[in-house]
């Protein structure tokens, strides 16, 4: 019983950083209709950001915000690179995004060098039943909960997050009442860049970060956007912690080298299954 808690209080907490990345992944999508491939560096990029913010003194919380910052700006980077130029096809743009995912790839190594970084986060530890667990977990929990607390207040209750909705609801009619849905796109690409660098702030403590650490992370967010069904940012939550906790499960009960493959299994499952489903549906269309 002592591991079941274990392995799902770690996931739960590891499943909430899928669940930010998922969620820009999702906002962007809703948008342009462009899955963007560079949302994984976007939180490596954070991780990275804030280690070396932490090394030249710079105190907690100003640091991780000045990551966070960083990716955001990296993030209306990518957007103006693939959604810039007007009438850019979506295929055009996921090509662009994966273009600025390799370019990330050769900038941190660059700056960063190819070895592992990491930083200390919240110091000691909670005690659950016979458990005793780092504080980073809970940190993560409650960040996760305003984040996306914050999300459902700014769609809901800003003209900004309305307008948004609208882009994504019916693009034609939100141009014709003068919402610039370009401008709108690149507004998301901003939002997902600083979601995934809060993921990579909250993360890193746990998980140390590398060039090439992004691939796993995308994979993990896209898995968990797909559970998601690609509608809503808050059903990304569900999607990431159900992730999180299969994967913590898998490796406490089977191999940890198998959690790596699960996510990557359960996406191209759900997406089979989805084309399977399609040319049912519309058959069965009168």
Not at 242 to 254: I, K, R
Request: glycine fraction near 12%; proline fraction near 4%; charged fraction near 10%.
């Amino acid at each position: 019983m002592t591991a079941f808690l274990s392995y799902l209080i770690h996931g739960i907490a590891v499943g909430c950083g899928f669940a930010l990345i998922a969620s820009g992944l999702i906002i962007i999508y809703r948008v342009t209709r462009v899955v963007n491939l560079a949302q994984g560096m976007f939180a490596v990029l954070a991780g990275l950001a804030a280690s070396s913010s932490l090394d030249t003194g710079v105190p907690h919380g100003l640091a991780e915000l000045f990551a966070t910052i960083v990716s955001a700006a990296a993030g209306v980077l990518t957007g103006l690179v693939a959604i810039g130029k007007r009438g850019t096809h979506p295929e055009a743009s996921l090509i662009a995004t994966l273009g600025v995912g390799i370019f990330g790839y050769a900038l941190e190594i660059l700056i960063w060098g190819d070895q592992p970084r990491s930083f200390a986060g919240v110091s000691g530890l909670i005690e659950v039943s016979d458990l005793h667990l780092p504080k980073q977990y809970l940190v993560i929990m409650a960040v996760t909960l305003l984040v996306f607390g914050a999300l459902e207040v700014f769609f809901e209750r800003t003209y900004l997050g309305k307008a948004l909705t609208a882009c994504a609801s019916n693009p034609g009619a939100a141009r014709l009442v003068g919402i610039d849905v370009t401008r709108m796109g690149l507004v998301t690409f901003g939002i997902a860049g600083a979601l995934g660098g809060v993921a990579g702030v909250v993360l890193t403590p746990l998980t140390p970060v590398s060039y090439d650490t992004d691939m796993p992370l995308f994979v993990n967010g896209f898995a968990a956007a797909i559970l998601a069904g690609l509608k809503q940012p808050s059903l990304a939550l569900a999607g990431g912690v159900a992730l999180g906790v299969a994967e913590a499960m898998v490796a406490g009960y089977a191999k940890p080298s198998y959690q790596s493959s699960l996510a990557l299994l359960l996406a191209i499952s759900i997406l089979v299954v989805q084309a399977v489903r399609r040319p049912t549906l519309r058959a069965a269309e009168p």
